[in-house]
């Protein structure tokens, strides 16, 4: 039975059964598939967390909406600022809806494709230049952060490819930054290039990119050039 106490994991991590660990050459590359029995998870838990922590947790929410879920979305749209708010100005029952909504959206990914053959690789959305952010930086970058800059660089990637609307592409920058989120960071564009050849979701020397189509779907594609992700890269890079 796994118990979370943070947002990210009542939303998203405890969920799932991966049990992994993080070496320094590689993001969750060493572990299995080991799902708990239950996942008990008490929201109250997160009135002890920090800002900070709870935008961690927030990213993949914004995640969960964008791959599958428009009411999400929109619910976070309109009110997850006050959701992670504390004290007397927390809205409660947005933060309630949104955590529980995002939980239920992975619970029904993952029971459909519990070992990551098809719809569940829709999860990793922003996670492959995310992950690599987070090697490059040490780990010093969150999770969450690294997700969402993750997550506006495909959607570069994306709008490039004619897949997705500029406008939504515009409205998910605007979302994350009324959130709270940085839309660019100061990294090592080589070094972020580097980290992304060991990532664990490449298939035969290519890696299988999840993109956004729309709010609510995405595809999945393994052609992503290097000149793409280098201009996907300087799309988020803070000059």
């Known amino acids: 039975v796994q118990v979370p106490t943070t947002w990210l994991a009542m939303a998203d991590a405890a969920i799932g059964g991966k049990v992994a660990v993080d070496l320094a050459e590689a993001k969750n590359s060493a572990g299995a598939f080991w799902p708990p029995v239950a996942v008990v998870a008490d929201v109250a838990a997160i009135d ?24 999400l979305w929109d619910l976070v749209k309109r009110r997850g600022v006050s959701s992670m708010a504390e004290g007397e100005d927390a809205d409660l029952a947005a933060r309630y809806a949104i955590i529980e909504r995002s939980a239920w959206l ?22 492959t230049i995310g992950h690599a952010l987070e090697i490059e930086s040490g780990y010093r970058l969150p999770h969450g952060r690294a997700v969402v800059l993750g997550t506006r660089a495909v ?11 500029p406008a939504v592409a515009a409205e998910i920058d605007d979302v994350v930054t009324r959130l709270g989120f940085d839309t660019r960071r100061a990294f090592d564009p080589a070094a972020v290039m580097g980290a992304l050849t060991g990532d664990k979701k490449s298939e035969g020397g290519r890696i299988r990119w999840i993109l956004p189509v729309e709010i609510g779907r995405t595809v999945e594609a393994n052609d992503v050039t290097e000149d793409e992700v280098a201009a996907a890269l300087a799309h988020i890079q803070e000059s």
């Open 106 to 127: 992975k619970v029904g990914v993952v029971d459909r494709d519990p070992f990551e053959t098809g719809e569940r690789r829709s999860l990793n959305l922003g996670h």
């Open 48 to 71: 002890t967390l920090p800002w900070e922590r709870r935008l961690d947790g927030m990213a993949e929410c914004l995640k969960s909406g964008i791959i599958g879920d428009p009411w």
């Open 155 to 165: 959607a570069h990637i994306a709008v490039s490819r004619g897949l997705l609307d």
